[in-house]
């Protein structure tokens, strides 16, 4: 017994083969540390990878909502998606990174910031997707490890997910979109989202107002006339600094081909371009051509599309009547009724000049013309356009389309209007001394310049509506 004691105190004095089991722990510990460093960093970029991935698959899917009905809308989402993240994380290396079930369509609530996917038999109109890219070791492979294996831990499962909303810009709506300079005389008011841009430049007098929400814009290359202080300065315009800011935009809506465009769209019916409720389902697509010595708005009926005609050749296949002492005239009258009339439901398409008044009011209707004068559409003092009792819900608003320009005299009033016009637009006031002109929802898209005289209030729909012309969609990351 004794000697066994004296072993055993033995063995525990004897230090032989310390420093082995020493280093073996400090081998432990290093391979702990640098796998923290070199193992963790390498599962820190491959999620990069996996984020850059989520990103522009969901914006690859995004760009698709819109395009098909609900049925077949997360197909095609998916297609768009998974070709994008092939081509980033190639599936030879990666896996799959992006399975099918982690492509979701839905909706976006920016208020309360949450997604909610789109369920079968919904009718809403999706707004967002979400894609969630991983390196799970089940259909791609997982981050494996070199370091930290060696003490247990063989591989990192890393995953990412991006969600794009898809909307229509503030200055899509409501607001004056001018590809040359916008220049407008004292005390204009701009009020709610309204957007005022000129990409050839702002010109201001003093005593233009900018509430909160309202932007005033232009292009780097632009300039602020007469002086920079009138895009500076508050005391000058009151709300400009807040509304002020540089931004290229440029204007193809109001290029002559882009309306070229849309006059053909509207003479065979179509509702690819053009969406509004002014071509119902029931129009047919055959047009009732007028000659312009025969045009009575009186004698308008819903739900047709008229031709009217000033010359033989302006607009192909228009089928022109002989006019005598009238074949030269290049203008219809689109009002001098005999008593106020409202015209509504209609689509109306000519070569000529158009003369408004204010005895017809137009509502739910577009009026397009492939006349390139100055003028092409015009109105003498107190031309109403739209419908004021609709605060801008469908049924009430009117598209003027134009290949050259337009110009309106004192009193001119719109409600939910859409101008395109290829040349410059020109806005009488009402007096110096009178009430501000009100338009409400007025959206103007012109590839001249705009002049505006003393005292309009432009003012946004309280229920904005998307414009009906070749509609913008912005997508962007929310999640």
């Not at 063995?11 to 963790?40: K, P």
């Not at 009905?69 to 799959?96: C, F, H, P, W």
């Not at 509504?344 to 009026?367: E, G, K, P, R």
Request: charge should be negative; glycine fraction near 8%.
């Amino acid at each position: 017994m004794h000697k066994i004691i004296e072993k055993t105190k033995r063995f525990i004095r004897n230090e032989d083969g310390i420093a082995t089991a020493w280093s073996i722990g400090w081998l432990i510990l290093c391979f702990s540390i640098a796998g923290l460093s070199i193992d963790v960093t390498n599962a820190w970029k491959v999620k990069q990878f996996l984020q850059s991935t989520a990103d522009v698959s969901a914006h690859a899917g995004g760009l698709v909502l819109g395009s098909v009905n609900n049925e077949g809308i997360q197909a095609a989402v998916a297609i768009e998606a998974n070709k994008l993240a092939t081509i980033n994380m190639n599936q030879s290396r990666y896996g799959d990174v992006l399975v099918n079930s982690d492509i979701i369509v839905g909706f976006w609530d920016g208020d309360t910031k949450i997604f909610t996917e789109l369920e079968v038999g919904d009718t809403d109109i999706p707004n967002a997707v979400r894609a969630i890219t991983r390196q799970d070791g089940i259909a791609s492979s997982s981050v494996g490890t070199f370091f930290l294996r060696f003490v247990g831990f063989d591989a990192f499962t890393v995953a990412a997910s991006a969600t794009v909303e898809k909307f229509v810009s503030m200055c899509e709506t409501d607001g004056i979109i001018s590809a040359g300079v916008v220049e407008m005389s004292t005390t204009q008011k701009f009020w709610g989202n309204f957007c005022v841009h000129g990409q050839g430049g702002l010109k201001m007098s003093q005593s233009n107002e900018w509430n909160d929400e309202t932007i005033a814009s232009m292009s780097t290359s632009g300039t602020c006339d007469p002086d920079v202080d009138r895009c500076t300065d508050d005391d000058t315009n009151p709300g400009i600094v807040r509304a002020f800011r540089y931004y290229n935009r440029p204007n193809t809506k109001a290029t002559p081909e882009s309306i070229a465009g849309y006059i053909g769209a509207l003479q065979i019916g179509s509702r690819d371009v053009i969406s509004t409720d002014v071509i119902p389902d029931g129009v047919v697509v055959n047009t009732t051509f007028v000659d312009q010595k025969d045009f009575d708005v009186t004698t308008l009926v819903a739900n047709t599309i008229y031709t009217v005609s000033c010359s033989n050749d302006a607009i192909p296949g228009v089928r022109d009547a002989l006019r005598g002492n009238d074949r030269n005239k290049t203008s219809v009258e689109m009002g001098n009724a005999a008593a106020h009339t409202t015209v509504s439901n209609v689509v109306i398409i000519s070569d000529c000049v158009l003369n408004f008044d204010d005895t017809v009011t137009y509502q739910d209707a577009i009026i397009a013309t492939t006349s390139t004068n100055a003028n092409s559409i015009n109105g003498s003092s107190g031309v109403s356009f739209g419908n004021a009792a609709k605060s801008c819900a469908p049924g009430g608003d009117v598209i003027l389309i134009s290949q050259g320009g337009a110009g309106f005299a004192a009193k001119w009033e719109s409600y939910d209007l859409e101008m395109v016009v290829a040349g410059d637009v020109s806005l009488a006031s009402r007096s110096s001394s009178g009430d501000p002109i009100v338009h409400t929802g007025t959206n103007i898209y012109n590839g001249g310049d705009v002049k505006l005289t003393t005292k309009h209030e432009f003012v946004s729909c309280p229920n904005p509506q998307d414009p009906s012309l070749d509609l913008k969609y912005t997508l962007r990351y929310v999640e």
